[in-house]
């Protein structure tokens, strides 16, 4: 980590640093898991606490808002007349603890080994939170001031869906204005290397029901007349990539950016071990579209992938029967500039279109969300990775992730605000998993690349 | 009904009619549901009184054998030297009677309305069995003997699976001699139109399992590099069948034995009405292998039908994972001479031929039954024709099934018997279904045409 410029900033760091890891450990103390309606009190008992140490911090207009669920902490802080304004987010909420007993430690009860704190959110994502109103504290306590005019959203919802938070964003919409948006909920590429995350994939989640005879019929009396809607599904299912592993659906690529040759390489220069990543998961080879690698499968290239498939007989033995009915959930991982419903309907017209004869098929949209990609050279995005090469000695690696932060699109959509994901977790932090830890080091680098991040967008330094 | 040119056996018969219908009903009155354990003591006591019936009527050596479940019982009569011995079979066991609430009278309180006799078990079997003792029983009181020599079994678990007959059948083979069998668990064809069965299908059931991961994937974060199990499970289900209906696993059809012209030309002679078939079962349309009537693939052609699938999310909504599983079970139903395990090493064979690769796939065994084929001009056959033929007017109709009664290869393979499948029941007679029903017409030929076939055995008249 290297130091800031700010003698004072680093002075008041330095002072404050046991009395900045309690906080930190307060805040892991409180058991906001919030997917389990046994933890709403402690939730909310996580929301006020945090509003507390925002209003301690100098933050302004701070309001444990009401959602529906979970509250929503904001505040702010707008007095940096001229400067751009920074949205930035993070969650309060945590995962549940399950399997207890493959804890070291109690969940709750953060243990600190080293430059290691071990405790269920202690990275996803109060870490980060964490580094945000410490940056925050740190400099009203030291500058009087900001850089940047400054929002904060803390939601209590991401590990259950974020059910209340776009509704809420879009209620707010006038209050929330800005000019970029940061999402600190993510972190580091494998080997702790300091990344920024400029693209996520989208989604469009899709289920298929073929319907044949009124009701199932024995498979004696009948086979042979009849088409079988579960072999009617697996034709369907298997004529929607080939074996070239490209998905079928006419008009799929139209609207996907492809990998230019400097993404490509600078994919192909990350330090990502194909055979290790084979082993992990435990299948007998890696498998996907050929003439892509399998880092550019992973996070830049759409997906076509079964999440369920069901129908007549499930149990031991053998049922003799031609089941009615058959069903299959299908989901396509987008890339930009997919358009979920769009693609939507190009896939449920060509499902109906080799759909044999002699069954009935409907297709229903089950949901989606917009993919999202943030141009290497946007200015809030180089400002970001000015501030990490500064804080780690090292320019951080751009990355996409293959999953799909659903929000990510509603901030860029909805509020207009080019979203930088920007954060601080070790890549192997078990998120969501026994033994969650955080790295203290990536603790305090993070607050200074924070602070830098906002002082580089006040004054640009390229 | 043409009755028989034995005067004193007619007289017999009509004088006996009322006293014969009473036994037929009293037989109705208990309730032998074998697969419901609530019910193994009116089994047991439809055994008993089937026994009972049996040594009034002059049959010797009645057993009520017992199986380790539902007891057999055995009859015979072999005092007709020189002629052939006849093993006629049949079951005293019933179906269980739900839906009750939609039979209009009390399923085990027979009620005859006209030529009907409503009751659980009314046609599938005790007609049938009752017919066969009624035949005898006449036959041993006019004559004093029977033409042929006689013996009886008749089951008690025919609607359960019929899992202690074969080992019983085994065992019991070197006092089980005889020239031909009767299985009498059969009727006529559509519009009540006398039938012989000829053919059976037999079966080959498999389950495809395909493993991927070693457990299931987050979507988002592996889709595009792994194959996907409910995928290639598709795609293997999807490659066992080409458009044309045909099953793609190599040597599949080597032994199938394929309709003569003269076949072909009675099975469309047969009334069958198929825009009325289609409309019953509630398809679009009717699908199968090109080139083939429907009634040619009904009865005479294999099939091969997913009788379940299954794998991943079930549930509402989406679950967004690369499932780590997917299984299905596939049944193919054979015709002769293809035999189920030949046909289930092809199979697998093919279907790990034809496996993508990234996945694990096995295939199992779940068991299988020969398929069976009397020729039409077999002798045992002739008689059955010509007996029904005089009984009933018209010549029957030579039928095949597109079901299984898998120990029909059991009395043809174990007991070297060829097996003529003649019964007297109503094709409309609600077998398995509420109002049960029985045909008091075809009760009373049905005593006849047994007469003849036995007469007709012992000097033939062609």
């Known amino acids: 980590m290297t130091l800031t410029a700010d003698p004072s900033l680093e002075a008041h760091l ?18 906001s898991i919030s997917a389990d309606p046994a933890y709403a009190e402690d939730c909310r008992r996580a929301a006020g606490w945090l509003a507390d ?13 009401e959602t529906g669920g979970h509250p929503i902490v904001y505040a702010d802080w707008l007095h940096a007349e001229g400067a751009p304004t920074v949205v930035a987010y993070g969650h309060y909420d945590v995962q549940p603890v399950d399997p207890i007993e493959e804890w070291m430690s109690a969940p709750f009860e953060p243990l600190v080994v080293g430059e290691r704190v071990l405790a269920r959110g202690a990275s996803d994502d109060k870490s ?63 080997g702790n290397v300091p990344a920024l995350t400029v693209g996520l994939r989208g989604m ?7 319907s044949g005879p009124f009701q199932d019929l024995h498979s004696g009396g009948y086979g042979g007349t009849v088409e079988n809607p579960l072999n009617a599904l ?33 994919l192909a220069a990350l330090p990502f071990d194909e055979e290790a990543y084979r082993a992990s998961i435990g299948v007998p080879a890696l498998i996907g579209e050929t003439g892509q690698t399998t880092l550019e499968r992973k996070v830049a290239r759409p997906t076509l992938d079964l999440n369920g498939i069901w129908g007549g007989y499930q149990g031991p033995g053998g049922k003799t029967i031609i089941p009615a009915r058959a069903h299959a959930k299908v989901s396509c991982r987008l890339v930009a ?28 949209d089950l949901g989606g969300g917009f993919p999202t990609l943030l141009p290497l050279d946007h200015p809030m995005l180089r400002a970001a990775a000015r501030a990490m090469e500064a804080t780690f000695g090292q320019p951080p ?23 930088v994901l920007m954060g601080f977790v070790p890549p192997d932090g078990n998120f969501h998993a026994p033994n969650e830890w955080m790295d203290l080091g990536n603790f305090e680098a993070g607050i200074r690349a924070m602070v830098r991040y906002w002082d580089e967008l006040a004054s640009p330094g390229e």
Not at 143 to 171: K, T, Y
Not at 238 to 244: N, R
Not at 341 to 359: D, K, S
Request: charged share 25%; aromatic share 8%; proline share 5%.
């Open 53 to 65: 140490r925002l209003r301690e911090a100098g933050m302004e207009n701070v309001e444990v808002a």
């Open 234 to 266: 697996c034709t369907i299912v298997a004529a929607l990539k080939g074996p070239d592993g490209r998905i079928r659906v006419p008009g799929f690529y139209d609207e996907v950016v492809s990998l230019s040759a400097e993404e490509r390489e600078a």
């Open 204 to 210: 469009m989640y899709a289920q298929i029901d073929v």
């Open 397 to 419: 690696l751009f990355i996409r992730e293959g999953g799909s932060i659903p929000f990510v699109a509603t901030f860029e959509q909805t509020l207009g605000l080019p979203t």
């Open 14 to 31: 330095e002072e404050t640093r046991d009395a900045r890891l309690e906080t930190y450990l307060d805040f892991l103390r409180i058991p």
């Open 128 to 190: 980060n939170v964490t580094i945000l109103l410490q940056a925050a504290a740190a400099l009203l306590a030291t500058r009087g001031r900001l850089p940047v005019n400054l929002r904060f959203i803390f939601e209590g919802e991401e590990e259950s869906s974020s059910v209340h938070l776009e509704p809420w964003l879009v209620a707010n919409r006038d209050r929330l204005a800005g000019d970029v948006a940061i999402v600190s909920d993510v972190g580091f590429f494998e």
């Open 337 to 364: 500039d997919q358009d979920p419903a769009r693609i939507f309907e190009r896939f449920r017209a060509y499902v109906l279109e080799i759909a044999p004869p002699g069954v009935q098929v409907d297709v229903q």
